[in-house]
């Protein structure tokens, strides 16, 4: 079984290749990833050990460089950095994570206590796979029935309100970090 995923997920990724390397393809062929018979089966999504932790906020630092820190001040970029290496403020944050073979390539932290998503990245090339849909749900197994907030960057509305998320106020800035209060009910 593994075999024939990896093999689906090589076809996958050649299709996706020739697609955005010929954009006059697109719409001839068929991106076969949009299936929902092809993601469940591709990828993991488990808890985060202790020992995993560093990666997890390696990919968010990788991701958040390249899809969010072009739309933030300096500012909003060094406080995210600062986050990052922040005992304090990193304490009490569950993390999940998502995995191609081995390979993490998706993250989400929720601070237990407050149910509040601090974090959720998903890899550039992995993005639009189903990844973050799956990161979330798996998350939502631990936390049945409550209300889940986040604050989401200008560059994830499109997906936190597609996840069922509601503005709950208007984006605002605060050390440099753009971003809409939401929540999940």
């Given at each position: 079984?593994?075999?024939?995923?990896?093999?689906?997920?090589?076809?996958?990724?050649?299709?996706?290749?020739?697609i955005?390397?010929?954009?006059e393809?697109?719409g001839?062929?068929?991106?076969?990833?949009?299936?929902d018979?092809?993601?469940?089966?591709?990828?993991?999504?488990?808890?985060?050990?202790?020992?995993e932790?560093?990666?997890?906020?390696?990919?968010?630092?990788k991701?958040?460089?390249?899809?969010?820190?072009?739309?933030?001040?300096?500012?909003?970029?060094?406080?995210?950095?600062?986050?990052?290496?922040d005992?304090?403020?990193l304490?009490?944050?569950?993390?999940?994570?998502?995995?191609?073979?081995?390979?993490?390539?998706?993250?989400?932290?929720?601070?237990?206590?407050?149910?509040?998503?601090?974090?959720?990245?998903?890899d550039?090339e992995?993005?639009?796979?189903g990844?973050?849909?799956?990161?979330f749900?798996?998350m939502?197994?631990d936390?049945?029935?409550?209300?889940?907030?986040?604050?989401?960057?200008?560059?994830?509305?499109p997906?936190?309100?597609a996840?069922g998320?509601?503005?709950?106020?208007?984006e605002?800035t605060?050390?440099?970090?753009?971003?809409?209060?939401?929540?999940?009910?």
């Amino acid at each position: 079984m593994k075999h024939q995923v990896q093999h689906k997920l090589l076809s996958i990724r050649r299709k996706r290749k020739q697609i955005n390397e010929q954009p006059e393809l697109r719409g001839i062929i068929a991106d076969p990833i949009q299936s929902d018979e092809f993601r469940k089966d591709l990828f993991l999504v488990r808890p985060l050990e202790n020992a995993e932790k560093g990666k997890a906020l390696q990919l968010a630092w990788k991701v958040f460089c390249e899809f969010e820190s072009p739309d933030y001040a300096p500012e909003g970029t060094e406080e995210f950095k600062k986050c990052l290496n922040d005992d304090a403020y990193l304490a009490g944050i569950r993390y999940y994570g998502g995995f191609d073979e081995e390979k993490l390539v998706g993250m989400l932290g929720i601070r237990e206590e407050k149910r509040h998503v601090c974090f959720f990245f998903v890899d550039g090339e992995y993005q639009r796979l189903g990844i973050g849909r799956k990161l979330f749900k798996r998350m939502r197994q631990d936390f049945p029935g409550r209300t889940i907030t986040l604050n989401s960057s200008p560059c994830g509305l499109p997906f936190y309100k597609a996840l069922g998320f509601t503005t709950t106020d208007s984006e605002q800035t605060v050390n440099g970090i753009r971003f809409t209060p939401m929540a999940y009910k």
